[in-house]
């Protein structure tokens, strides 16, 4: 599983890493929101405090910012991300099938996510990569040419570890 | 700056306007209305609302007044048809979002009577219960644009409404997100507490987690409802005028040192409806805030108990007249011995009463009469320059203009909360591009504001201003201003690194040069001393490092005093008139002694210990009060017609009178009938003080600068270079574990003996004064959490408190705001900064 403990390390710690090398200035602020989700997968208070502090923006601001942009969640609960692409070219390459396979093996409808296993299911619109649909995104990682038969794979990755962040290169 | 106007035709109509404001600013002026919802002057333009569109030749297409500068020679066209048809296009789309029930419905004239529309309009969309209907921006578009129907379906939101907090409701159903309370919030106050949350759909207007405001530092100060266009943000409990007549006074607030304009507006009946902030030069979100906009209407509205003067009998407190009152009070006083008797006040009576009860005390006992000033502050800076014969730049203090550009240095203050309208307005030069720099040990809710904020160890602020001057001295020595004494000190500072005194202020090298690159590379600084910044035992060292920085950047310097009369009460006490009492253990232990028989407070004083015979003189019952012998109300600041001085030192005439004079008695008017009675003459002067022909008798603005003979040359004395030394060698207080510095805060939610947060209701959520400010990672260490009640124990005595963590504060240090209710507190309170132990509650 993805690091809710992260090597033994609490939340301010690895949040101080992620800051460690980043000026205070707050056009940084965006690029250390990605960050923090991709290293701890949600926002908690404490973090959102703790980075107004350090880049002088108020927490209010910061909130604005993470309800804004969908790429920023708020709760813990989901751990894996999981986002199905509906858009045109891959909605006629199959992806709806993908979508119900997904939905059957995870017992989770899309736009839905399930804390016991820590899953979201997301349908998304056109990520702007047509030539390789259907395309699925799991956890910023991303897969081209999905068929029904990897959707297993997929599923059974979560629970591995294998799609865990390090590989999730985009 | 240069006074330029530009000149542009507005509906082929010549406007000639101001450079720089914006086209629909030049409109307004020109008496041409331009609908528009979501600017407002002050407010940064946002143009979201695009209701102001306008047609400008040469210019392709439409494009918002608000965000258009007026240049000269625009020809303007404000209203086509075309314009209005779009506009009327962007109305019914806002309103496809917005109940518009009350802009369109056909009964409304009858709806107050007979309230059947209620139903249809469903609330809370209804008008009838919209705060704003009448007043509201919206309405006034839609008349404009005479709109007749909404060719949407109307998207009802159904949000909840925000009712957890005390004094402001927000209902997002009626919401036109225009973005001017976030903006006023942010912009203008500084205090960035709303911000628009969601996308889309389901954007709103919200707050850190959508948490109430209550909790997300909020501090009430009421300046979203001052520009809220609709009803979505109103004052709680506040309902629409439906065209009752209402009365509207001006008064000047003198709960602190500001003395910020009110308006109240009372009912019919006499009952208060609802107290602003108004001006004539700015407009309301510009001054006030919470204590004089909902706290004082609370008073008002009848809080106010101790209209009755007591007499103590066997069987307690009784209700007497004023005649039986004095009269005890005038007996006991006969058998007294002068030296027995002590004359004490605080600062909040008008200026005509303090000085009648000055001279009644000082014709009585022959003796000092005492002002209870625990901050002792400008009193402190006045002494310092006396006694090193050198004399600050105080002209931003005593002139009514601020400098066109300048940069501000705030020391140890939490201006914010001691002195709002000056915040305000250093708020505004930040959006002009002025520079700030914040030093602060303590709490400071402005520091997110600044371009550079320093955080000192608690009394170690000196040596961070050492080493900014050290490290300027080497880095660029030709920049600084030439006075004698230069070498000298420079001589003295070479046996010290930078390193080692920014590492023992607890400051950062680099943060030590950031400062000197500021300093250094902006002209035209400003440096705003808190009290607190004298309130520590290092004072005359923090004094001595500001008066060498701001010789060598020919600074000006600005003390911040809080409280209403400081200045005029200063001024006194440095011309000897009279004595100032910084905390109450000495004259406890006169009254234990038996030295003290006699006590007349006028005013409050935070004491434990009784004398024989007490008389308290004060507007409100108060603590101290209950506890008299002989109570005296005295008028309340809107009761009568009067003067205070303000934290620059400009008198202010209160004009307002909320009673005939015949109900009240005025502190003069009670001296007075105290005199006859001891036969002694009428007070000097009592009626003349202030008066229309002779207001310079008390114009204090000139006040800090009468001593004239200052020198001008760097100073550097042994003493301070010895307790550098020895704070060089210490290492940081040397802190056990569950041990903190305890920085004690100024609070002015009690005035007079009134506490705000017990006596108001929902005071205590906006602020709280148990609240205890902590370093999350102390809060960690020491295995606490939010929210908590702890136990402070301090050497003789402890406190109560409740943590609350907060990433402003350092590590080691524990930053607490208590009501000054009893003797230890003004003795803590006095030395600004105690050691304390946290200790866990177990109740
Ligand atoms: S009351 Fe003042 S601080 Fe609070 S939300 Fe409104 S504008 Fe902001
Ligand atoms: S609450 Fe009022 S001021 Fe704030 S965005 Fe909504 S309509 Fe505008
Ligand atoms: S800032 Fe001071 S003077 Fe102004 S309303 Fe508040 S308490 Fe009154
Ligand atoms: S439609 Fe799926 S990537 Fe464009
Ligand atoms: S007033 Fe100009 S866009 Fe709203």
Redesign the interface.
Known sequence: MKNDTDGGRGVPEVVESLLAGLPPDRKNLIFFLHEVQRELGYFSEEVVLQAAHYFSVSPAEIFGILTFYSAFKLNQSCVHQIKVCQGTACHVRGSEAIVKEFSRLLGLKPGEFDSRIGVSLEVVNCLGCCAIGPVVVVDGKYYARVNIKEVEKIVAGLTTGENSHESAEV | MEEKTVKLKINGQLVEAEAGVSVLQAARQAGIYIPSLCELEELPATASCRLCLVDIKGRPSFIPACATRAEDGMEIVTSSDELERLRLDILEMILSEHPYFCLLCGEKATCHDLKVTMAKAFEPGGCVFCPKDGQCDLQRVASYLNIKKVSFKLRERSRFQWLKDPFISHNPNLCILCGRCVNVC?EIRGE????????GETTAI????NHPLKE?NCSFCGACLDVCPTGAMSEKGLFADRGEKLNSQEMICSLCGCGCELEIESREDGSWRRISPSSQDQPAFMSGCLRGRFGLKEILAGNKPGESPYLRTKDGLEKVSLEEALSALAARLKEARAEETAFVFSESAPVEDLLAFVSLGQDFSQRDVFWYYPENFLSRLKGFEEQNRLEFDYSSLSSNQWPDKGCFFILDSDLKSEAVTLWLKIKKQLRAGARLITLDSGFNSVE???NL?LKPLPGREYLALLAIFKLWLEKQPGSLKFYPGLEELAGKLSHYQVEELAASSGLSVASVEAAVNLLAGNNHWTFILGERFLRQASWQENLLAVWNLSLGLAAQILPVSSKINEVFLARLATQGKIKIMTETRNLEDLIKGKKIRNLYVYGDLPLDEKPEFLVVHNPFFSRLGKRSDVFLPASFFPEQGNHFVDNRGRLKKNSFCLKNEAELTSGRQAFNKLREKLRMAECPDSESVGSDNQPEALLVSDHMTEFKSGLKRYLLPEEMVLKIQSNLTEDRGGLTFGEFMVVVEQNLDLYSGFDFPTEVSGYNQARNPELVLIN??DV?RQGLQAGQAVKINFAKDTLGGIIKPD??IIPGVLVIRPLITDSFLSHIYEQGLVRGAVELKND
């Open positions: 942010g960035n507490v709303l911000t628009v949350v969601n996308r919200g707050t850190f987690y997300s997110v504001q600044a904020k999350p990672e960690g990433f402003g």
